[in-house]
């Protein structure tokens, strides 16, 4: 037995490997390959990565010479300055641009290290990637548990009137004590409607499990193996009306923005409580205000907005029962680790001719 490169054991390779891995952009990951081993590979690479998670990666992107964009972007939420050294990479991994990796010649694989993939996600994109033979797969699964952990949480916290309870000084007994605890509902029993059903809805909704919830689902494209019921277009009107939670981790697209309007906010059942942890364009925000301020939402628990941040005299800062985390809700300690084990694990997958996660196209 051996560790690989995040510490865990695993088998001997059959085979003995010489590698050479230098620290530099330019630098190659050499190696004596079996006969049936994929040939080097260059991977263009637009994301900063903290030094040792850059070591992970090139230790182990084995076979593989990792080429460092100039101006990577800063976080993986941000797009990268477009870079023409992606014209000598086989794959991309990071926020590559559409029009570079359209132009390419020589990319067959593009891995974006997000789960959102907004500016890539048109019929247009995807069908010249198919003409062209380049495989898309993006990052939910990295996404999904911290995510559906936000959703829980804010969900928690409200059904405890945590963000009361927690700037509230009062003796037991006292009329503010009564009222708060008169004030906290349970979950058991509540509906919630989850609009945006992939990677995040999934795993929201085998935590929402234990809770004894009726939870439903809006997806764009049903494939029939959800878990829970999907309510189609036509019924949506309907949920919206007996959902005591409406979750939006809806993408952005052309479909979805502004897809929660005045009209969509007046179907939703009057004190009800609005999430949102799929994109701040799908929401129309004055709309939401409006539904706020005139008490038809109970409260919005928001992790974006649009734009982001929101400017300081924002109406929304001070509109009644809002509350705003600042687009955290994909992060956790490991984030980069897991990015890269998800990539090295896709890259591994791509050699062999495996199914790949997450696929786009």
Not at 52 to 70: D, N, P, Y
Not at 237 to 242: G, K, S
Request: glycine share 6%.
């Amino acid at each position: 037995m051996k560790e690989n490169v995040f510490g865990e054991e695993e088998d001997e390779p059959q085979r003995p490997w010489l590698l050479r891995s230098g620290l530099t952009a330019e630098d190659s990951c050499l190696m004596i390959l079996p006969m049936n081993f994929s040939p080097l590979l260059d991977v263009f690479v637009d994301v900063s990565l903290p030094p040792e998670t850059m070591a992970k990666l090139r230790e182990g992107a084995v076979g593989c010479r990792v080429i460092m964009s100039r101006w990577p972007a800063v976080s993986v939420l941000a797009r990268a300055e477009p870079d023409t050294a992606l014209a000598q990479a086989d794959i991309a991994f990071g926020q590559p641009d559409p029009g570079l990796v359209l132009a390419s010649e020589r990319l067959r694989w593009m891995h974006v290290a997000s789960s959102g993939i907004t500016r890539y996600d048109t019929p247009e994109f995807r069908a010249q990637l198919k003409q062209k033979g380049i495989v898309f797969t993006h990052s939910p699964s990295v996404y999904a548990e911290p995510c559906a952990n936000q959703v829980l949480c804010f969900m928690l916290a409200q059904s405890r009137v945590l963000p009361r309870a927690l700037t509230t000084r009062c003796p037991g007994g006292s009329a503010d004590w009564r009222a708060l605890r008169d004030g906290c509902v349970l979950l058991r029993g509540q509906r919630a409607l989850i609009l945006g059903y992939g990677a995040i809805g999934r795993r929201l909704v085998e935590l929402l499990r234990p809770f004894d919830m009726y939870v439903t689902a809006y997806r764009r494209r049903p494939r029939g193996d959800e878990a829970v019921p999907v309510i189609p277009a036509e019924a949506l009107n309907a949920a919206l009306a007996e959902s005591d939670h409406v979750v939006n981790i809806l993408p952005e697209s052309a479909e979805t923005r502004g897809f929660f309007d005045a009209a969509r906010f007046a179907a939703i059942k009057p004190g009800a409580v609005f999430y949102n942890i799929g994109r701040g364009t799908t929401v129309n925000q004055k709309a939401l205000e409006a539904a706020l301020r005139s008490g038809h939402l109970r409260a919005a628990w928001l992790d974006v907005t649009d734009p982001e941040p929101l400017p300081d005299d924002h109406p929304l800062w001070t509109a009644p029962n809002c509350y705003i985390t600042p687009h955290i809700a994909g992060g956790y300690s490991t984030e980069t680790e897991s990015l890269i084990r998800h990539f090295l694990e896709n890259l591994r997958r791509f050699r062999s001719g495996e199914p790949m996660l997450d696929r786009v196209v």
